[in-house]
């Protein structure tokens, strides 16, 4: 029986893109969940003002900006005083306007209140929602 080369390429290919897919996932996979909890913190969220305490800069780009992590301080509804992050894409604009220090409005998980969503200027944010 002779050896068929064609298997040992194939799987050198699988190999490679499962490599891939790897990388993809533990670069962006991060972001893309972010996404999702953002959406449904958006839903159900209780609103809260926050304060900036602290502004990082991560290795991601998004639409040619870099992405930052903010660190936000705030206090639940039951007074429990929580501190979380959240990764943002921010122009100059933003960079500004979200620097340590400053007020932000967000929505907060009521059942797991690090589970965060900035809340945008141009939506007006209705405390206690």
């Not at 301080?73 to 943002?88: A, C, L, P, Y």
Request: aromatic share 14%; charged share 25%.
């Amino acid at each position: 029986m002779e050896f068929d080369w064609m298997y040992i390429i194939y799987l050198f290919f699988a190999v490679v893109f499962i490599l891939i897919i790897k990388g993809f996932y533990s670069f962006f996979g991060g972001y893309i969940k972010q996404m999702f909890v953002e959406a449904r913190v958006m839903k159900i969220g209780i609103g809260v003002n926050a304060d900036i305490i602290h502004r990082s800069k991560t290795a991601l780009i998004d639409a040619e900006m870099p992405v930052y992590r903010l660190t936000v301080k705030f206090r639940t509804h039951e007074g429990v005083e929580v501190q979380s992050s959240i990764d943002r894409a921010l122009d100059m604009d933003g960079f500004t306007r979200y620097a340590p220090g400053n007020g932000v409005a967000l929505k907060y998980d009521p059942k797991n209140p690090k589970r965060i969503a900035l809340y945008d200027n141009d939506k007006p944010l209705i405390l206690g929602d």
